[in-house]
């Protein structure tokens, strides 16, 4: 963590543990369970910090931990759910419907807020909830850039040599009711660190993936934002390594220029000292120029997952695909409306191709 600044945490007051989402829309979800507000991370791209969960609570964050701007201050405040070893069980057996879409197939995500396994007692929260709700037979997905971090949950090994999980195996025995993914979006640690102020290198987070295949639990990967610095062959090496990690997917994501924390994230590049980020950052905000790259990016790596027999998944943002031209709309669209290849929460994995790509044009829009 950056020494000039403090990680203030406390207890969070809210009450609500388990929400429906939106995520349906990306199939990965139909209710999220946030293990708390805020995350140490600190990613500066994050969207986060502009969601209705955020700016729904300025007044309780100022309140708590004395946070001025919930946007500038993100990675310095975290407030933790510690309630929910104690309320999930009542929670969700009180529950009389279950929301179950065609796309979320009635899924947890865990916790697509706050990095689920950030530190020793966002893991130990995480892990509980992850067993009180397999042993009720939900489906449960859980995405974090520090997965298995040996400080935050300890990898052992029984006498006969099987690895085991801390918090009662709970991961391990999960069986197919479990999926573990990692955001793993560049090779260059230098930019992500730029960028993910606090979040784990690059490496630790593959160790991670690595460590949770040994243990017999199912893994995915977020490719998650790709960055303009990055071309054909950055991107094919990244996804060899990938190769390593036999994800069940990879879902793949460029960077979106969009939010309104961008111009901090441009500032955080130049901060770092990473100039060529930076500069390319401010070379993509137009829309057109978004879309050329954005577009080059999920071509190449659909192209790359086809070679290299990978299971790809593109997530195209809506505002993308009305921006470009008809073509590429309908591959784009395609893309939106495809079930993902991935074997989990009984999910029919795709038949048909891939979306055929159209011509490769210079002019995108």
């Known amino acids: 963590m950056d020494k000039e600044r403090e990680l203030r945490q406390t207890k969070d007051p809210t009450k609500t543990l388990l929400s429906k989402s939106d995520l349906h829309e990306k ?28 700016r729904a609570r300025q007044e309780m964050l100022k309140e708590e931990v004395g946070v001025e701007d919930s946007q500038e201050e993100w990675g310095d405040y975290v407030l933790y759910r510690t309630q929910i070893p104690a309320e999930l069980p009542g929670t969700v057996d009180r529950k009389r419907k279950w929301k179950e879409t065609d796309k979320g197939l009635g899924t947890v995500g865990i916790s697509f807020h706050t990095d689920a ?16 709700l397999t042993d009720r037979g939900h489906h449960v997905r859980v995405l974090t850039r520090a997965p298995m971090n040996a400080a935050t949950h300890p990898i052992r090994r029984d006498p006969a040599g099987r690895v085991t999980l801390r ?20 090779l260059n640690n230098g ?16 160790q991670g993936l690595k460590r949770l295949n040994e243990a017999g639990v199912q893994t995915y990967v977020s490719m998650s934002p790709t960055y303009p610095t990055q071309d054909k062959s950055d991107l094919r090496a990244l996804m060899k390594r990938l190769d390593e990690l036999n994800p069940s997917v990879i879902f793949h994501e460029p960077i979106n220029p969009r939010g309104d924390n961008f111009e901090l994230t441009v500032a955080a590049a130049e901060k770092a000292g990473e100039i060529e ?9 137009s829309p057109s120029a978004w879309a050329e ?47 993902p290849p991935e074997e989990f929460a009984n999910r029919e994995t795709p ?7 159209p011509p490769v044009q210079q002019t995108l829009g």
């Open 117 to 132: 396994y950030m530190d020793s007692t966002a893991a130990e929260l995480a892990t509980q909830a992850v067993r009180i």
């Open 191 to 206: 930019e992500v660190t730029a960028i993910e102020r606090n979040a784990p290198p690059v490496e630790a987070r593959i």
């Open 293 to 339: 790259y954005a577009c080059n990016h999920y071509r190449w790596v659909q192209e790359l997952g086809d070679e290299m027999g990978l299971p790809v998944h593109l997530w195209p943002d809506k505002a993308l695909v009305k921006q470009v031209s008809d073509k590429r709309q309908q591959w784009l669209q395609k893309w939106r409306d495809r079930q």
């Open 277 to 285: 980020l930076a500069k390319a950052l401010t070379e993509i905000q």
């Open 351 to 357: 038949s048909d191709p891939m979306p055929t790509l």
């Open 27 to 54: 199939y990965l979800c139909d209710y999220v369970l946030n293990i708390g507000t805020g995350c140490r991370h600190g990613c500066v791209w994050c969207y986060v910090p502009g969601t209705p969960n955020i």
């Open 167 to 186: 918090g009662e195996d709970a991961l391990a025995n999960a069986g197919n009711k479990l999926t573990v993914g990692a955001s793993i979006n560049s």
